[in-house]
């Protein structure tokens, strides 16, 4: 239950030894930590804050308890617990500082470690994986060891399948090649031999046509001596006799052949042929003999 006490509250209503405190407080507001190595300084620094931090709750806990029954008296204890808390906390904030301080200065080591750890793995070509700032020091070494040497197993093996699928390309393109070589000879070859086929085909074709010639000829000589008893049986000059050759050589009728075209050859090459006659023999001849008054 809550005690009021005098009127007048100053620190010491609070029951505290004041000079204690102060005596605490300056034995431990030069203490230091040398460093992130310096755990027995860290660990000074630390409970030394977290002693004063126990008085300075001790304090609240009394001036809440003194405060209790009035306002005035509240006021008044709240003033001598600002005066003894302004004591102790500038130098717990000050310890404070300096515990932070160092804490993050080994964050920001175990950071830097940790990223150090993951540009080594990634180097040695392992992936990153949780935990890594978890391992101790000589099992990531025996980590990033393990790590390399399956990297360089598989650089190695994959610079083997990159050879052998080199030689595999060479060989390819040596196989098109002669496969290429040979279409080209073949295709040489078929050339020769339908140039060969084509030039006997125009033998063969010339042949023909020399023999469909002498054949009209002598079809044409055939007309010539069977209209022969009819021209002398008639009384026909000259001029009459060769316009009677050639009508009678037009007027042939050329049986159908199993050779395509030949029969309209036949016919073609037979009107030039009593064209030829009627021009040559018939017109000029005729004319020549008139111009000589024969």
């Given at each position: 239950?809550?005690?009021?006490?005098?009127?007048?509250?100053?620190?010491?209503?609070?029951?505290?030894?004041?000079?204690?405190?102060?005596?605490?407080?300056?034995?431990?507001?030069?203490?230091?930590?040398?460093?992130?190595?310096?755990?027995?300084?860290?660990?000074?620094?630390?409970?030394?804050?977290?002693?004063?931090?126990?008085?300075?709750?001790?304090?609240?806990k009394r001036r809440?308890?003194?405060?209790?029954?009035?306002?005035?008296?509240?006021?008044?204890?709240?003033?001598?617990?600002?005066?003894?808390?302004?004591?102790?906390?500038?130098?717990?904030?000050?310890?404070?500082?300096?515990?932070?301080?160092?804490?993050?200065?080994?964050?920001?080591?175990?950071?830097?470690?940790?990223?150090?750890?993951?540009?080594?793995?990634?180097?040695?070509?392992?992936?990153?994986?949780?935990?890594?700032?978890?391992?101790?020091?000589?099992?990531?070494?025996?980590?990033?060891?393990?790590?390399?040497?399956?990297?360089?197993?598989?650089?190695?093996?994959?610079?083997?399948?990159?050879?052998?699928?080199?030689?595999?390309?060479?060989?390819?393109?040596?196989?098109?090649?002669?496969?290429?070589?040979k279409r080209r000879?073949?295709?040489?070859?078929?050339?020769?031999?339908?140039?060969?086929?084509?030039?006997?085909?125009?033998?063969?074709?010339?042949?023909?046509?020399?023999?469909?010639?002498?054949?009209?000829?002598?079809?044409?000589?055939?007309?010539?001596?069977?209209?022969?008893?009819?021209?002398?049986?008639?009384?026909?000059?000259?001029?009459?006799?060769?316009?009677?050759?050639?009508?009678?050589?037009?007027?042939?009728?050329?049986?159908?052949?199993?050779?395509?075209?030949?029969?309209?050859?036949?016919?073609?090459?037979?009107?030039?042929?009593?064209?030829?006659?009627?021009?040559?023999?018939?017109?000029?001849?005729?004319?020549?003999?008139?111009?000589?008054?024969?």
């Amino acid at each position: 239950m809550s005690q009021i006490i005098n009127v007048n509250v100053t620190p010491a209503s609070y029951g505290l030894d004041i000079e204690g405190i102060k005596a605490a407080v300056g034995q431990v507001a030069e203490l230091t930590i040398s460093g992130v190595d310096d755990k027995e300084g860290f660990e000074r620094v630390k409970r030394a804050r977290l002693d004063l931090k126990k008085v300075r709750c001790d304090i609240e806990k009394r001036r809440k308890e003194l405060k209790a029954d009035s306002v005035e008296f509240g006021r008044r204890v709240d003033a001598a617990a600002k005066e003894l808390t302004a004591l102790v906390e500038p130098t717990e904030q000050l310890l404070l500082g300096r515990e932070e301080s160092i804490e993050k200065e080994i964050a920001a080591i175990a950071a830097r470690k940790l990223q150090g750890r993951k540009d080594r793995l990634t180097e040695a070509g392992a992936l990153i994986f949780p935990g890594l700032d978890k391992i101790a020091d000589d099992e990531f070494e025996e980590l990033v060891a393990a790590a390399k040497l399956a990297h360089q197993k598989r650089q190695q093996q994959e610079a083997e399948a990159a050879q052998a699928r080199k030689v595999e390309e060479e060989q390819l393109a040596k196989e098109r090649e002669e496969l290429e070589q040979k279409r080209r000879e073949q295709e040489a070859e078929f050339l020769f031999r339908r140039k060969e086929q084509e030039a006997e085909r125009l033998r063969v074709q010339a042949e023909l046509d020399q023999q469909r010639k002498e054949l009209e000829l002598k079809k044409a000589v055939q007309v010539l001596a069977d209209i022969e008893p009819e021209i002398h049986t008639h009384s026909f000059d000259d001029r009459d006799k060769l316009q009677f050759v050639v009508s009678a050589m037009t007027s042939i009728e050329i049986p159908a052949f199993s050779i395509p075209g030949m029969q309209q050859n036949l016919i073609r090459e037979i009107k030039e042929m009593a064209n030829y006659i009627q021009t040559t023999y018939a017109n000029k001849y005729f004319e020549r003999l008139e111009g000589e008054g024969k």
